[in-house]
T-cell receptor, first 115, second 113 residues
Framework: EDQVTQSPEALRLQEGESSSLNCSYTVSGLRGLFWYRQDPGKGPEFLFTLYSAGEEKEKERLKATLTKKESFLHITAPKPEDSATYLCAVQAVGGRGSTLGRLYFGRGTQLTVWP | EAQVTQNPRYLITVTGKKLTVTCSQNMNHEYMSWYRQDPGLGLRQIYYSMNVEVTDKGDVPEGYKVSRKEKRNFPLILESPSPNQTSLYFC????????????FGPGTRLTVT
């Protein structure tokens, strides 16, 4: 069964303290991996798409990387406004029980950055 | 402005009373999807639609119905709501070529008593 696991569940950082969030997946074949940011009471907001191992994407203080079985979201010198829940989702190529429209989300990492 | 709208935003109802949550997008997206979000369980896919008249089940379709008669609209129907369907619901849309790059609606908080 396809599965996405995010760790840690919660992370508290001091402003400027860099760290990484992890997303591991066990889909039969990866078509795409997606990162989202969700603020309290709002819908998720798309951040990045990664398609193949070795790929990297950057946006301001965030950099997403992908290996064959996991992805990392690196946060460099975070600020309080980076506080949010970060969600990872995967789309499988196919295989038993999977179709292209299925998206599997992890439970998210709640990031808090304090001044 | 590109957006996904949902109505209502908040709804309190009673067990067994049929309800519909509407979802509309103005981006001409082929793909639309419904999710529910529960504490500790994360975001789970209910149904999705790859295009008009094409729908398929996600992780948790039991107790829900959908239809896609127009490209812009994708309503979620609860024919006989039960308390275990109390949740925060999100609608999302994206282009067919990049299904995972979704725009999400603001959410509908549903309480079934």
């Amino acid at each position: 069964e396809d599965q996405v696991t995010q760790s840690p569940e919660a992370l508290r950082l001091q402003e400027g303290e860099s760290s990484s969030l992890n997303c591991s997946y066990t889909v039969s074949g990866l078509r795409g991996l997606f990162w989202y940011r969700q603020d309290p009471g709002k819908g998720p907001e798309f951040l990045f798409t990664l398609y193949s191992a070795g790929e990297e994407k950057e946006k301001e203080r965030l950099k997403a990387t992908l290996t064959k079985k996991e992805s990392f979201l690196h946060i460099t010198a975070p600020k309080p406004e980076d506080s949010a829940t970060y969600l990872c989702a995967v789309q499988a190529v196919g295989g038993r029980g999977s179709t292209l429209g299925r998206l599997y989300f992890g439970r998210g990492t709640q990031l808090t950055v304090w001044p | 402005e590109a957006q996904v709208t949902q109505n209502p935003r908040y709804l309190i109802t009673v067990t067994g009373k049929k309800l519909t949550v509407t979802c509309s997008q103005n981006m001409n997206h082929e793909y639309m999807s419904w999710y529910r979000q529960d504490p500790g369980l994360g975001l789970r896919q209910i149904y999705y639609s790859m295009n008009v008249e094409v729908t398929d089940k996600g992780d948790v379709p039991e107790g829900y119905k959908v239809s896609r008669k127009e490209k812009r609209n994708f309503p979620l129907i609860l024919e006989s709501p039960s308390p275990n369907q109390t949740s925060l619901y999100f609608c999302a849309s994206s282009a067919y070529t990049s299904v995972g790059e979704q725009y999400f609606g603001p959410g509908t908080r549903l309480t079934v008593t």
